[in-house]
Structure formats: C-alpha cells, structure tokens
C-alpha cells in the first residue's frame, strides 16, 4: 500500500522558517494536501493541490510538491502555528495520511 | 455554514459493533462524499474510507474491509459509520469530513470510541 513518511519532529524560533517534508513514491505525480491539527481539535486544511491556500489561511503556509516529495514552508512561523502537521494524497481513490509532524516554536 | 455534527462518545467491549453518526447541515448533503478518519490517542491519522450520498456507494481502506460499513439517511442528511468486531485497537477519536474534490474541508467535531471490556 502507499505510503507517505514524514519527520517525527520540527523545531523553529518564532519568526524564522520552518518546512516539513512528506516522502512517498513518484508523489510529485498526485497532488498534495496538508492538514494542520492543534491538541483537542479537528483537522484543518492549509494547504491544498500542492500549493494552495483555502481562504482565511495566513500567506506565511507555502507547498511544492516535486519528485518523490512535497514541502510544506511556514514562513515568519508563530507560536499559534505550534501543531501536528499531516501531508494527505490520494493513490487509486483511497486516501493516504502521512505519519505526521509535531512543530514545535521554541 | 457547513457543519459536520458527530454523535457522542461511545463505550464497547471488545467483539461488540459501534455506529457513529454525522449530521451535516448548510449545503446539500446528497452532492459531496463523506470520508471517515480515525485517530488513536497519540498517533496520526488514520483514512478508513468514503461514502457517495446521493449513491449510496463506498470505497473502503483494505485495513478496514469486511468490518466498517458507511451507509447514510438522505432524508435527514445524516452519514453512518458502523465497524464490528471492535478490539482494543479501534479505541480512537472517528472523524467524518465532506470531501469535495479530494479536499477534506469540513470536518465533525471527533466522536471518542473506547473499546474495553
């Protein structure tokens, strides 16, 4: 079955970078989507086909999708964006999560 | 406004079957999938499959084949998801979430399942 591996954790310093990776086979042919999902709470959608924004998400949440792997950037990151960050695809019409990332502002 | 509302937590001993409900309300319920999602305490998510509305048709994770059935009430825009034989394993928060066009905009609040005897 397909498979999307992801860092188990990201560190960042509020205002600086932070990108998440999500690996899975020949992935820049499918798109990709990222949720962002803060203790206690419902996934939310920041990133979709790759590199879109729904309405109402901050212009600092970025995607690529190239290759073998998508990128998700949060640029000028806060401490509101401290989450788990999961990248999601589709392969034959079933829906596939990666294992997810813990961002952490220091 | 789209809202997805989830039926309350739910206790079962293991072998038991369990149904989670999920109300939609704001758009037409019959015109977009509902997607089921699971999540263990402390662990990822976890995509168990979707439901056709207006069909009736589904398409299950082969994880959960032959144990999950998603079926629905048009008349009351209501989405189901049922998974028998419950083990310890299956004790996880069930999300339900409308799914248009690959993206999983909308989702209900979690409905908590503890399977334990």
């Known amino acids: 079955s397909y498979e999307l591996t992801q860092p188990p954790s990201v560190s960042v310093s509020p205002g600086q970078t932070a990108s998440i990776t999500c690996s899975g086979d020949k992935l820049g042919d499918k798109y990709a989507c990222w949720y962002q999902q803060k203790p206690g709470q419902s996934p939310v959608l920041v990133i979709y086909?790759?590199?879109k924004r729904p309405s109402g998400i901050p212009e600092r949440f970025s995607g690529s999708n190239s290759g073998n792997t998508a990128t998700l950037t949060i640029s000028g990151t806060q401490a509101m964006d401290e989450a788990d960050y999961y990248c999601?695809?589709?392969?034959?019409?079933?829906?596939?999560f990666g294992t997810g990332t813990k961002v952490t502002v220091l | 406004q789209v809202q997805l509302v989830q039926s309350g937590a739910e206790v079962k001993k293991p072998g038991a079957s369990v149904k989670v409900s999920c109300k939609a309300s704001g758009y037409t319920f019959t015109s977009y999938d509902i997607n089921w999602v699971r999540q263990a305490t402390g662990q990822g998510l976890e995509w168990m499959g979707w439901?056709?509305?207006?069909?009736?048709?589904?398409g299950y994770a082969q994880k959960f084949q032959g144990r999950v059935t998603m079926t629905r009430n048009t008349s009351i825009s209501t989405a189901y998801m049922e998974l028998s034989s419950l083990r310890s394993e299956d004790t996880a928060v069930y999300y339900c979430?409308?799914?248009?066009?690959?993206?999983?905009?909308?989702w209900g609040q979690g409905t908590l399942v503890t399977v334990s005897s």
């Open positions: 439901m056709n509305p207006n069909s009736g048709n589904t």
């Open positions: 086909q790759d590199s």
């Open positions: 999601q695809a589709w392969d034959s019409s079933k829906g596939v």
């Open positions: 979430a409308r799914n248009s066009h690959q993206l999983l905009s909308y």
